[in-house]
């Protein structure tokens, strides 16, 4: 996977290595399903990054010189999914009846960061073709690529992209190891959590990122650990 993604300029070279480690890390210490999920994840980003590539590239608004990413991109969507499964792994070696951090709370967990990830990218990729941009806090026009604004397109982006995501883990997850995922509720905390995650990536964005507090991937990694953590919060109800 890593090498393919150098092959096709989805990573450069230090994205790509960087990706293997957490591919790694994500396969041994999670499951290898968790792994199949991210490469779908990849494959769909890579879809979105390529769409209309040649107009975005002469607006300046590519990803990289080719759409590819770096290491720091890598990290900024894939830390807490790697988190996810080292949790679940010393969880597992710690108690092994898994009382401690049951490997379906795991699932939707990991399931809702890799939601949260698949809907912020589509929703930047795909959306900002939409000239009609709004500010996600007074809902005044702004310019395209400015931090926190959203647009119709890029919102209807947002919502199919964590609906696919949620889709397809259940499918995997249910016909391939029913005991991960049992039920179809389970599409829809990741769905929710994946779209919700993206409307505060925008938030973060017209706040902290518009002030120079924290950069573009810091409100990647915070935004995805926030539906993250609303994933967990209704997984206990």
């Given amino acids: ?26 396969g041994i210490c999670g499951n290898v399903l968790w792994l199949l999920l991210l490469l779908v994840f990849l494959i769909t980003s890579f879809g979105a990054t390529k769409y209309r ?19 720091r991109n890598v990290f ?17 070696w710690a108690d092994p009846e898994g009382s401690l951090f049951p490997k379906n709370i795991a699932s939707y967990l990991f399931v809702s960061a890799i939601a ?27 310019k395209r690529g400015v931090d926190g604004g959203v ?12 609906a696919y995501t949620s889709v397809i883990a259940y499918v995997v997850f249910a016909f391939l190891d029913e005991s991960l995922l049992a039920d179809p509720f389970t599409m829809f905390i990741p769905m929710l959590c994946g779209f919700l995650g993206c409307q505060i990536d925008s938030v973060i964005g017209a706040t902290w990122e518009r ?26 109800f």
């Fill in 151 to 162: 647009s119709l397109t890029g919102q209807l982006a947002a919502f199919v992209a964590a």
């Fill in 211 to 236: 002030r120079g507090r924290v950069g573009k991937l810091s409100n990647n990694f915070l935004s995805i650990a926030a539906g993250t953590l609303v994933a967990f919060a209704l997984t206990l």
């Fill in 53 to 71: 590539f040649e107009w975005k590239k002469a607006e300046g608004f590519q990803e990289g010189t080719r759409g590819e990413r770096s290491w």
């Fill in 1 to 26: 996977m890593a090498a393919g993604s150098y092959y096709k300029k989805i990573f450069n070279l230090s994205g790509s290595l960087s990706a293997f480690v957490l591919g790694m890390v994500i």
């Fill in 76 to 92: 900024a969507n894939g830390a807490i999914p790697a988190l996810i499964a080292l949790a679940s792994f010393a969880a597992d």
């Fill in 116 to 142: 949260v990830a698949a809907s912020d990218t589509a929703a930047s990729e795909i959306g900002i073709i939409d000239p009609r941009v709004y500010m996600i806090t007074t809902f005044e026009r702004v």
